[in-house]
C-alpha cells in the first residue's frame, strides 16, 4: 500500500510540473508574440497597401494590427559586433501588452524619425556590451545589397548601413533576449529596402472575442495564400515536445510503479499459500472457484484504491503547497519565476487512478487464479 501511495503521488508531483512548465512557456512566449500572426504561405514576405492594411483592421475582434518586417542584419556597437534578428514594428507594437511577462527596464518608446531607438534583447546587449546611459554611442546596423555592379570595387555598394539609438532592454526567454532587436518600421523598411512589402503582421483580439473566433474570421477574409497562426501554433514544435516528454515521464512512473507492484504480487502469493486449509474449508462448505477469485481480487483492489486516495490527497497537498508558497525554489537568481511552476489537472488526477488501480488488479490476478486453484482433497 505504502509502494502504491509514493507512486501515486509521485505521478500526481511531476505530472503537474509539467503542466506548470507549459503554461511558463506559454506565458513568455506570449509576452513577446502577438496573439495572432499572419504570414504568406509561400515566400518570405508580402505586398501591402492601406486598403488592404483597413480590410483586415475592419475584421471583427481585431483591435490592433501590427505590420512587421524582420530579418538578420549585422550590429555593431562600439566595436563589438552581432548577426542578431531586426524586428521593425508599427508605433502600436507595444499597445499590445508586449513584455508583460519577465524584465524589461528603459525607455518605452522607440524614439522618433530623427533619432530612432532599439528595444534590444538583454543577450544581444550583453553580448555587444551595450551601455544605455551612454547616448553618445549609436548601434550601427548593416544589411547586404545587391551592387550596382557585379564588378564594383566599392564595398559600399555592398551593404546599406544605418544608426539606432539603445533605449531598452527585455529578458523573457533566452531564444528571444539573444536574438532580438525591436526598432520602428520606417527606419527598418527604409535600411532592409522593403517598400511597401511586410514579412508578417502581428494582431492583437478586442476584449470579449475568443482568439479561435477571430482566427477562423481572418482565414476567411485572407483566403488560402496566408496562414494565421495563434500563440501555440507559432511555436507548436516546442510545446509538442513539452507533452511528449510529459507522456514519456508518466509511462516511466508508471512502469516503476509496475514494477513496486511486485510487493502486492508476492504478498497476495504468499496469503494464498499460507491460507490453502482456509481456502479449502471454504470450498467444503460450498465455495465456488469465482468466490475465492472475487476474494483476492477485491484485497487487491482495497489496496489500489487506498494506497491511490493516500497518495492523490499527498500529491494534491504538496502541489498547492508549492502553487502557494513556492517550497522548492529554482535556485537561478535571474529566473522569470523563483519556484517550480506547478498546475493542478484533474485529467492527470483520473489517469493517474486509473494506472494504479489497473496495475494492481493485474498484480492481483495471479495470487487470485492459485487461490481459486486449490483442492479441497489436498489439504483437508
Same mark, same amino acid.
Given at each position: 500500500?505504502?509502494?502504491?501511495?509514493?507512486?501515486?503521488?509521485?505521478?500526481?508531483?511531476?505530472?503537474?510540473?509539467?503542466?506548470?512548465?507549459?503554461?511558463?512557456?506559454?506565458?513568455?512566449?506570449?509576452?513577446?508574440?502577438?496573439?495572432?500572426?499572419?504570414?504568406?504561405?509561400?515566400?518570405?514576405?508580402?505586398?501591402?497597401?492601406?486598403?488592404?492594411?483597413?480590410?483586415?483592421?475592419?475584421?471583427?475582434?481585431?483591435?490592433?494590427?501590427?505590420?512587421?518586417?524582420?530579418?538578420?542584419?549585422?550590429?555593431?556597437?562600439?566595436?563589438?559586433?552581432?548577426?542578431?534578428?531586426?524586428?521593425?514594428?508599427?508605433?502600436?507594437?507595444?499597445?499590445?501588452?508586449?513584455?508583460?511577462?519577465?524584465?524589461?527596464?528603459?525607455?518605452?518608446?522607440?524614439?522618433?524619425?530623427?533619432?530612432?531607438?532599439?528595444?534590444?534583447?538583454?543577450?544581444?546587449?550583453?553580448?555587444?556590451?551595450?551601455?544605455?546611459?551612454?547616448?553618445?554611442?549609436?548601434?550601427?546596423?548593416?544589411?547586404?545589397?545587391?551592387?550596382?555592379?557585379?564588378?564594383?570595387?566599392?564595398?559600399?555598394?555592398?551593404?546599406?548601413?544605418?544608426?539606432?539609438?539603445?533605449?531598452?532592454?527585455?529578458?523573457?526567454?533566452?531564444?528571444?533576449?539573444?536574438?532580438?532587436?525591436?526598432?520602428?518600421?520606417?527606419?527598418?523598411?527604409?535600411?532592409?529596402?522593403?517598400?511597401?512589402?511586410?514579412?508578417?503582421? =502581428? &494582431?492583437?483580439?478586442?476584449? !470579449?472575442?475568443? $482568439?479561435?473566433? #477571430?482566427?477562423?474570421?481572418?482565414?476567411?477574409? +485572407? @483566403?488560402?495564400?496566408?496562414?494565421?497562426?495563434?500563440?501555440?501554433?507559432?511555436?507548436?514544435?516546442?510545446?509538442?515536445?513539452?507533452?511528449?516528454?510529459?507522456?514519456?515521464?508518466?509511462?516511466?512512473?508508471?512502469?516503476?510503479?509496475?514494477?513496486?507492484?511486485?510487493?502486492?504480487?508476492?504478498?497476495?502469493?504468499?496469503?494464498?499459500?499460507?491460507?490453502?486449509?482456509?481456502?479449502?474449508?471454504?470450498?467444503?462448505?460450498?465455495?465456488?472457484?469465482?468466490?475465492?477469485? =472475487? &476474494?483476492?481480487?477485491?484485497? !487487491?483492489?482495497? $489496496?489500489?484504491? #487506498?494506497?491511490?486516495?493516500?497518495?492523490?490527497? +499527498? @500529491?494534491?497537498?504538496?502541489?498547492?503547497?508549492?502553487?502557494?508558497?513556492?517550497?522548492?525554489?529554482?535556485?537561478?537568481?535571474?529566473?522569470?519565476?523563483?519556484?517550480?511552476?506547478?498546475?493542478?489537472?484533474?485529467?492527470?488526477?483520473?489517469?493517474?487512478?486509473?494506472?494504479?488501480?489497473?496495475?494492481?488488479?493485474?498484480?492481483?490476478?495471479?495470487?487470485?487464479?492459485?487461490?481459486?486453484?486449490?483442492?479441497?482433497?489436498?489439504?483437508?
Amino acid at each position: 500500500m505504502i509502494g502504491v501511495a509514493v507512486g501515486t503521488m509521485a505521478l500526481v508531483i511531476v505530472m503537474s510540473v509539467f503542466n506548470g512548465l507549459e503554461d511558463l512557456i506559454r506565458g513568455l512566449f506570449a509576452s513577446f508574440d502577438a496573439e495572432l500572426k499572419v504570414e504568406a504561405v509561400l515566400g518570405k514576405s508580402f505586398e501591402v497597401d492601406s486598403l488592404w492594411l483597413d480590410g483586415i483592421q475592419n475584421v471583427e475582434g481585431v483591435a490592433v494590427l501590427t505590420e512587421v518586417i524582420e530579418d538578420n542584419a549585422l550590429l555593431d556597437y562600439n566595436g563589438n559586433q552581432l548577426v542578431a534578428t531586426i524586428k521593425g514594428v508599427s508605433d502600436n507594437f507595444l499597445e499590445q501588452d508586449r513584455f508583460s511577462r519577465g524584465y524589461f527596464w528603459g525607455d518605452t518608446t522607440l524614439g522618433n524619425d530623427l533619432r530612432p531607438g532599439a528595444i534590444m534583447g538583454r543577450g544581444v546587449g550583453f553580448f555587444l556590451s551595450v551601455n544605455l546611459k551612454d547616448v553618445n554611442v549609436p548601434l550601427k546596423v548593416f544589411y547586404p545589397k545587391a551592387p550596382r555592379s557585379a564588378a564594383t570595387l566599392n564595398p559600399n555598394q555592398l551593404y546599406s548601413s544605418a544608426s539606432l539609438e539603445p533605449v531598452a532592454f527585455f529578458s523573457v526567454e533566452r531564444q528571444f533576449d539573444d536574438e532580438y532587436v525591436i526598432a520602428p518600421l520606417k527606419f527598418t523598411r527604409e535600411l532592409l529596402n522593403y517598400g511597401n512589402k511586410r514579412t508578417s503582421l =502581428e &494582431i492583437k483580439i478586442s476584449d !470579449g472575442y475568443s $482568439i479561435d473566433e #477571430v482566427q477562423e474570421n481572418l482565414k476567411a477574409h +485572407l @483566403g488560402p495564400d496566408f496562414s494565421v497562426k495563434n500563440t501555440d501554433e507559432q511555436h507548436a514544435g516546442l510545446l509538442r515536445t513539452v507533452k511528449l516528454e510529459k507522456l514519456f515521464v508518466f509511462l516511466t512512473l508508471s512502469f516503476i510503479l509496475a514494477i513496486a507492484s511486485f510487493n502486492i504480487f508476492f504478498s497476495l502469493s504468499m496469503l494464498a499459500i499460507e491460507k490453502k486449509k482456509d481456502i479449502a474449508m471454504l470450498k467444503a462448505l460450498g465455495a465456488k472457484d469465482k468466490l475465492i477469485r =472475487e &476474494i483476492f481480487l477485491k484485497q !487487491g483492489a482495497m $489496496i489500489a484504491v #487506498v494506497g491511490a486516495a493516500i497518495g492523490l490527497v +499527498l @500529491g494534491f497537498a504538496i502541489v498547492w503547497l508549492q502553487e502557494s508558497f513556492g517550497l522548492v525554489s529554482l535556485g537561478i537568481a535571474s529566473a522569470v519565476v523563483d519556484a517550480y511552476p506547478v498546475r493542478m489537472v484533474w485529467t492527470d488526477f483520473a489517469w493517474t487512478t486509473v494506472v494504479v488501480i489497473l496495475i494492481t488488479l493485474v498484480a492481483s490476478w495471479r495470487p487470485a487464479w492459485i487461490a481459486s486453484r486449490v483442492k479441497t482433497t489436498d489439504e483437508l
